[in-house]
Nanobody, 115 residues
Framework: QVYLRESGGGLVQAGGSLKLSCVAS????????MLWYRQAPGKERELVGN???????NYVDSVKGRFTISRDNAWNTVYLQMNLLKPEDTAVYYC?????????WGRGTQVTVSS
């Protein structure tokens, strides 16, 4: 059974930082591309970025230079380091992976950035 669990969300002031974690189980983590999404109130879920099994990363333009995705295969964990946070970064953040032709999501962690 595939299981993804996010943590690390919270309330932070604009300009601050947070680091999210997502622990995976039930997959061959070191071979898996891991993705971070977010969904703000009243908006569609959007891709924030991803990290491939080889460590290559991609980001949506709105977070480039501020967010960094990394992974620790020893701990089956993917991270999202968020710096210079803005109120518009407020959202529920989800990690996602694809395993054996199925898409799997975590339950999300709330990030709230106050102005």
């Amino acid at each position: 059974q595939v299981y993804l669990r996010e943590s690390g969300g919270g309330l932070v002031q604009a300009g601050g930082s947070l680091k999210l974690s997502c622990v995976a189980s039930g997959i061959a983590f070191k071979f898996s591309t891991m993705l971070w999404y977010r969904q703000a109130p009243g908006k569609e879920r959007e891709l924030v970025g991803n990290i491939t099994s080889t460590g290559f990363t991609n980001y949506v333009d709105s977070v480039k230079g501020r967010f960094t995705i990394s992974r620790d295969n020893a701990w089956n964990t993917v991270y999202l380091q968020m710096n210079l946070l803005k109120p518009e970064d407020t959202a529920v953040y989800y990690c996602k992976t694809r395993w054996k032709n199925g898409d799997y999501w975590g339950r999300g962690t709330q990030v709230t950035v106050s102005s």
